[in-house]
């Protein structure tokens, strides 16, 4: 497949509460952990830091470009690159030959390098095909749901993966305007969304859309439900789960698995409220300023 954009200069997602979740998730240096969503590796980098020569850390991610980047930017012979769905986490494993590990860390939602990358079709600003495929060898794209789901799947998909109060006048601005022609860019959809709703607020007329269809298009709640509970199974006792999400569905859904595993005795919340970064962090780096972090550990 080709990977346009790699050798030219290459876009580094800047990790959230770096240090902060690194710390909490490690307890043993010797130990073994799974970045379960490496990107460009910024929390692997951090990981391997900390770690004793004896350490060993797994770094999945299901999309290959960023493997490619981790790849170039990390030589450890402790570190393992592999391509996974973190739902995944248990089959990997028995392929590896381990058991049990010392820790994973889900850091959710959309890097840099995915969203500043225009040909791969998540930004509003991209003339390219509409795609946000995770996974680029997967089979449908933004470009099938838009042009072939109904109506009311569509108000349906936008208002509960994308909180969108307007998803109804949505989905019927997009089912009108592609009776005419198929919608093909993301600039397009844009433009769209703001023609029905218009600029209401601070944030883009069409972020919440935009969300909706990527989390639909990549399965990304339901591929955290399935990753939070193989961690669970994986982990071992004194081991600890350290997530980062970035809305509100997202760190809903952690909240929700973290209480019932802790009433079900087979998890500690060590985070009573997740930690979020300071002013200094939001200042340096804005896409940090909706991140919470929650951690848990196996008992």
Same mark, same amino acid.
């Given at each position: 497949?080709?990977?346009?954009?790699?050798?030219?200069?290459?876009?580094?997602?800047?990790?959230?509460?770096?240090?902060?979740?690194?710390?909490?998730?490690?307890?043993?240096?010797?130990?073994?952990?799974?970045?379960?969503?490496?990107?460009?590796?910024?929390?692997?980098?951090?990981?391997?830091?900390?770690?004793?020569?004896?350490?060993?850390?797994?770094?999945?991610?299901?999309?290959?470009?960023?493997?490619?980047?981790?790849?170039?930017?990390?030589?450890?012979?402790?570190?393992?690159?592999?391509?996974?769905?973190?739902?995944?986490?248990?089959?990997?494993?028995?392929?590896?030959?381990?058991?049990?590990?010392?820790?994973?860390?889900?850091?959710?939602?959309?890097?840099?390098?995915?969203?500043?990358?225009?040909?791969?079709?998540?930004?509003?600003?991209?003339?390219?095909?509409?795609?946000?495929?995770?996974?680029?060898?997967?089979?449908?794209?933004?470009?099938?749901?838009?042009?072939?789901?109904?109506?009311?799947?569509?108000?349906?998909?936008?208002?509960?993966?994308?909180?969108?109060?307007?998803?109804?006048?949505?989905?019927?601005?997009?089912?009108?305007?592609?009776?005419?022609?198929?919608?093909?860019?993301?600039?397009?959809?844009?433009?769209?969304?703001?023609?029905?709703?218009?600029?209401?607020?601070?944030?883009?007329?069409?972020?919440?859309?935009?969300?909706?269809?990527? *989390?639909?298009?990549?399965?990304?709640?339901?591929?955290?439900?399935?990753?939070?509970?193989?961690?669970?199974?994986?982990?071992?006792?004194?081991?600890?789960?350290?997530?980062?999400?970035?809305?509100?569905?997202?760190?809903?859904?952690?909240?929700?698995?973290?209480?019932?595993?802790?009433? $079900?005795?087979?998890? $500690?919340? *060590?985070? $009573?409220?997740?930690?979020?970064?300071?002013?200094?962090?939001?200042?340096?780096?804005?896409?940090?300023?909706?991140?919470?972090?929650?951690?848990?550990?196996?008992?």
């Amino acid at each position: 497949m080709d990977y346009k954009g790699i050798d030219s200069e290459e876009i580094i997602h800047k990790p959230v509460l770096l240090e902060e979740t690194v710390n909490l998730l490690i307890t043993d240096k010797k130990g073994i952990y799974i970045d379960a969503t490496t990107g460009t590796g910024g929390h692997s980098s951090m990981i391997l830091s900390t770690l004793d020569k004896e350490g060993r850390l797994i770094s999945i991610d299901r999309d290959e470009e960023a493997l490619i980047i981790t790849s170039k930017r990390i030589n450890d012979q402790r570190q393992m690159i592999m391509k996974s769905n973190f739902s995944d986490i248990s089959l990997l494993l028995n392929k590896l030959n381990i058991e049990q590990v010392d820790g994973i860390i889900f850091d959710l939602g959309l890097s840099m390098l995915q969203l500043k990358n225009n040909y791969r079709g998540f930004s509003f600003n991209s003339d390219e095909r509409l795609d946000m495929r995770m996974d680029r060898n997967q089979g449908q794209s933004a470009y099938e749901i838009i042009n072939s789901y109904s109506e009311d799947r569509l108000s349906e998909i936008i208002k509960s993966y994308g909180e969108e109060r307007f998803s109804k006048k949505i989905a019927h601005s997009i089912i009108i305007n592609r009776k005419r022609q198929p919608i093909n860019t993301c600039k397009e959809l844009a433009s769209i969304v703001i023609g029905s709703i218009g600029y209401r607020g601070k944030i883009h007329p069409a972020t919440k859309t935009f969300q909706a269809i990527r *989390i639909e298009v990549n399965n990304e709640i339901k591929e955290l439900k399935k990753g939070l509970l193989a961690s669970i199974n994986v982990l071992k006792k004194g081991g600890r789960i350290c997530v980062l999400s970035y809305h509100s569905l997202e760190d809903r859904n952690v909240k929700i698995f973290f209480k019932e595993n802790q009433k $079900k005795g087979l998890l $500690k919340i *060590i985070t $009573k409220k997740p930690l979020s970064p300071n002013q200094q962090e939001i200042k340096n780096n804005r896409a940090s300023r909706s991140a919470k972090l929650r951690v848990g550990e196996r008992l």
